[in-house]
């Protein structure tokens, strides 16, 4: 089915397009709104001081405010949705030795932990990096507005400035997404998340046999008879692959059975 | 950036009826499992040329070849006179995470170059790539180089390790194996990715700079569109995507001449039909040069690069891309 995208579109304004409303546009507007209020700041402060020196001093107010501002955006590798408090349960099993009958199950429970513990320190060094690539952005952005006097404020002006600094945070986020760092913290925080998931899906998988349930390990088990008995099939001179389902195919069966009635 | 007034904008815009979204006629002439061969109809005179079949990519859908009446690659293609055929690889699921890049090769994308050329009693046809499709158009018609007339790879990648290639970096230190495990990939976790290219801009300035355009209803429209197409990401065959990420993205074996798919050597050397290789020169998915590298691969003495000064996206919808990508092909095709 086709999408409708001007049904979508008035789905999501009318539900509140209004700052701190609970449109999907809320964060955007909540984002505009205060880096006008820093902007206003800038043009106050490099209106009411002598130049050059106040242009120089009111870009780097406005700098540190934009750092301060997109500081705590969530950029996308918080895939996790935090790292505080959750691990801590599952860390006093990474601190007990593994004794006794249940030692299989203790042990993977210490994997869990540990898989746990690298995602929240590779989600630690991505959010530094981060932090480090939106300071540099903020020290050019301070550059690029002290080479010049304060423009007069206005609409498209503050849209300019805006566009600025989105270009200063690009160029210092690249620099750093394609370092050496940044890669390795990334490999590392997937590579965790699957070790993680692993383990999480076998300690499911020990809980659902237990209750006899079926299990995915199963199923693919399944899966793969299946492919390779359709693969011997094939291979079979005196079997043809079965035919394709054609448009055209399915409108003569449709008027068959049409002429039939 | 005036939000207030934006905000009053949206709101009227919220009053106002839907509209329809633009695209050109089409009916599925073949179906096999979840994949889809449509066939476009002509709305002009016919070129003298054999049908063209578009292999899109895996990760994404291939609706945005025909997003709007007037953002649509598929329709400048049929205003040029071209018989246009495109491959729908449907939603892969559980079902479907054995599925390797083989049987993308070999069942599927095979299955529909032999109905186009049985119907229209045909030896060869024209294929167009597009990104991750131009790599598999590539594989294929280095496999099967007699069921292709024409080769036209658009922004598709063959060198996988050019320096400003981020995702590549990104891959070559990741556990494929172990991300995939036995199951299929999300395609939402793959467009976080994707999204981490370009966070600034992807995920707030495009936000903004709609609030401060002040849209009126086409722009919305055109922007939701997009929008549908960005965040519509089929989930990935778990083996297709382990073997691509592994054999291309890490290995970079198509451009090392090591690549075989089933026990058969892809061996671009072995491309020597007429190739048009389309570049965006801002791409940022997919860098110029992991693109222009084909040049030196194929052996086709016919091989013809150009590149525009769009992105990746602009490639297909942009106004400029309507313009001159089709005309660009059509002529092309013309004289072969």
């Known amino acids: 089915m086709q999408p409708d995208p001007w049904a979508e579109w008035q789905a999501f304004s009318a539900t509140g397009a209004a700052p701190g409303g609970p449109s999907s546009f809320a964060p955007f507007a909540d984002l505009t709104e205060r880096f006008n209020a820093a902007a206003r700041a800038y043009f106050d402060g490099a209106a009411n001081a002598p130049a050059p020196a106040a242009a120089a001093a009111a870009a780097g107010s406005f700098g540190v405010a934009l750092r301060e501002l997109f500081s705590n955006i969530q950029l996308p590798w918080n895939l996790s949705g935090g790292a505080n408090g959750s691990s801590a349960p599952a860390m006093f099993a990474m601190n007990s030795p593994a004794l006794g009958a249940s030692r299989e199950f203790q042990l993977r429970a210490q994997r869990i932990a540990d898989a746990w513990r690298r995602i929240e320190e590779a989600q630690r060094r991505l959010q530094r990096i981060g932090a480090d690539a939106v300071r540099a952005a903020a020290a050019a952005f301070i550059a690029r507005l002290a080479a010049s006097p304060a423009p007069a404020p206005s609409a498209e002006v503050l849209h300019k400035l805006y566009g600025t600094w989105i270009d200063c945070a690009e160029d210092a986020y690249s620099r750093a997404a394609h370092s050496e760092p940044f890669s390795s913290a990334l490999a590392e925080y997937v590579n965790a998340s699957s070790e993680w998931r692993k383990e999480l899906q076998a300690s499911v998988e020990h809980s659902a046999k237990l209750l006899d349930l079926p299990t995915r390990s199963e199923i693919n088990t399944l899966t793969q008879r299946l492919i390779a008995l359709e693969h011997e099939l094939r291979a079979r001179p005196e079997v043809t692959r079965p035919k394709a389902a054609t448009a055209t195919g399915k409108r003569q069966r449709a008027q068959r059975k049409k002429a039939k009635t | ?336």
């Open chain 2, 1 to 336: 950036m005036t939000p207030a007034s934006s905000f009053s904008a949206l709101a009227a815009l919220a009053a106002a009826t839907p509209g329809a979204a633009g695209c050109s006629e089409r009916e599925v002439v073949w179906q096999s499992g979840k994949i889809k061969l449509f066939r476009y109809r002509p709305i002009a005179r016919p070129a003298a040329s054999a049908p063209l079949l578009i292999v899109y990519a895996l990760v994404n859908r291939p609706y945005m070849m025909d997003l709007q009446e007037d953002r649509s690659l598929i329709r400048g293609l049929l205003n040029e006179g071209l018989d246009v055929y495109l491959i729908d690889w449907g939603y892969p699921d559980g079902a479907d995470r054995f599925t390797t890049l083989a049987d993308y090769l070999d069942d599927h994308l095979a299955g529909c170059v032999e109905q186009i050329l049985k119907a229209h009693h045909l030896d060869d046809l024209n294929m167009l790539g597009v990104c991750q499709g131009g790599v598999l158009s590539l594989c294929f018609s280095a496999l099967h180089p007699q069921r292709i007339k024409n080769l036209i790879t658009m922004v598709t990648p063959v060198d996988f390790h050019s320096p400003a290639d981020l995702l590549s970096k990104w891959a070559r230190k990741i556990d494929v194996a172990a991300w995939v495990g036995d199951g299929n990939v999300s395609g939402d976790v793959l467009n976080q990715l994707f999204l981490s290219l370009m966070p600034f801009r992807l995920t707030q300035q495009k936000y903004v700079d709609l609030l401060a355009a002040n849209p009126d209803r086409a722009a919305a429209e055109n922007f939701m569109r997009v929008e549908q197409w960005i965040f519509d990401s089929p989930d990935q065959a778990g083996a297709a995507f382990r073997e691509f990420v592994t054999w291309f993205y890490q290995e970079n074996r198509l451009a090392q001449n090591r690549l075989e798919i089933s026990g058969r050597n892809v061996d671009l050397r072995a491309l020597r039909v007429p190739i048009l290789n389309l570049i965006g020169k801002r791409d940022h998915l997919v860098p110029p040069a992991a693109s222009l590298a084909l040049r030196e691969l194929v052996g086709s003495s016919d091989y013809t690069a150009l590149e525009f000064d769009l992105g990746h996206i602009g490639m297909y919808i942009s106004a400029r891309a309507q313009h001159e990508v089709p005309a660009s092909i059509a002529k092309w095709l013309a004289a072969r």
